[in-house]
């Protein structure tokens, strides 16, 4: 299927989408973290809601990480844990990868 026209930069739409990949996945990570760190009496309602605020990071990460490979780029690795880092391949955006599974 050919791609639809757009005025939409191909590859300033993917450095956007990974940029709130790492965003959001950053956010989890510090959601999560700081819900470890609260102690006391109102520890459950405040985790609870620190918890709830990485859940949706984690879904908007989601979003932009299918938005990302939809369009047939590669993922830039948003954790620090990530040895090596791999960049967007821009150009392959612009066309539709070859697909190698087939639907049933
Ligand atoms: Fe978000």
Request: charge should be positive.
């Amino acid at each position: 299927m050919p791609k639809p026209e757009t005025n939409l930069d191909d590859k300033k739409v993917l450095a956007t989408l990974n940029q709130i990949l790492e965003l959001e996945l950053a956010g989890v990570v510090r959601y999560m973290h700081y819900s470890f760190m609260i102690f006391g009496h109102q520890r459950i309602p405040i985790t609870a809601w620190l918890r709830k605020q990485a859940d949706e990071s984690l879904a908007h990460s989601v979003l932009a990480g299918e938005h990302i490979t939809r369009s047939g780029a590669t993922l830039r690795c948003a954790s620090a844990s990530c040895s090596r880092r791999t960049s967007t391949r821009s150009t392959r955006s612009s066309t539709r990868p070859t697909r190698t599974r087939r639907r049933a």
